[in-house]
């Protein structure tokens, strides 16, 4: 489960740099991490630390920025492998919007399922939202009426259906999803599983 979300109000951290992949977001040398707490550690690891251990100063360094949960970044964002760890770091740091003109296609499966929220927006756009996310612009999402905005302007909808924007709400990861939703049909299944065949399940 990830925290629940239906609103924030978060300055952004801007990343203009294009085709940022998974490997980037989590490098290879990590996926032997498992345990969900502690990712952020790994995140954006090459970018922040040098081979001598010292920072780099990235934007996910400042201090300032640390309670962000915006990331605005350049087109092919979580491009390259399927890992799903690229999106677990993302929401342990706090990262729950990723605004970009595009994504790797299994990482925003991976981000849906998980917590973290895509919005694609046309290139310009978020060109735009980057250089006011610079400027300390402050956006607010409403996920019930699927609206970003930064004060009064609107910026974007969302095109989210009733059940997405219940998981974000209840914090439901994909099985939290399938417990609430087909708990009884699964039992069903069980029961009759155990009364047609009950030497697979009675090892007594």
Same mark, same amino acid.
């Given at each position: ?57 990235? =934007?996910?360094? &400042?201090?300032?920025? *640390?309670? +962000?949960? @915006?990331?605005?970044? #350049?087109?092919? /964002? ?10 677990? =770091?993302?929401? &342990?740091?706090?990262? *729950?919007? +990723?605004? @970009?003109?595009?994504? #790797?296609?299994? /990482? ?97």
């Amino acid at each position: 489960m990830s925290a629940p979300l239906t609103r924030l109000d978060s300055r952004a951290i801007h990343l203009p740099e294009t085709n940022i992949d998974t490997d980037v977001i989590f490098p290879a040398r990590f996926l032997l991490k498992i345990d969900r707490e502690g990712m952020d550690d790994c995140l954006f690891r090459d970018w922040r630390i040098g081979m001598d251990g010292a920072s780099l100063g990235h =934007a996910f360094d &400042d201090p300032a920025l *640390r309670e +962000v949960q @915006v990331l605005i970044a #350049g087109a092919g /964002f979580g491009c390259g492998s399927s890992r799903e760890q690229a999106v677990w =770091a993302l929401v &342990d740091w706090g990262i *729950r919007l +990723v605004i @970009v003109p595009d994504f #790797g296609d299994i /990482f925003a499966g991976n981000a849906l399922r998980n917590g973290l929220l895509c919005l694609p927006l046309p290139a310009a756009q978020s060109a735009d939202l980057g250089a006011r996310a610079e400027a300390g612009a402050v956006f607010t999402l409403d996920l019930p009426a699927r609206r970003l905005s930064i004060g009064a302007e609107q910026i974007a909808t969302l095109d989210l259906g009733e059940a997405e924007v219940q998981a974000f709400a209840e914090g439901w990861d994909e099985i939290d999803v399938i417990l609430n939703r087909d708990l009884a049909e699964i039992r069903l299944f069980e029961a009759r599983h155990r009364s047609s065949q009950p030497w697979l399940v009675d090892l007594s």
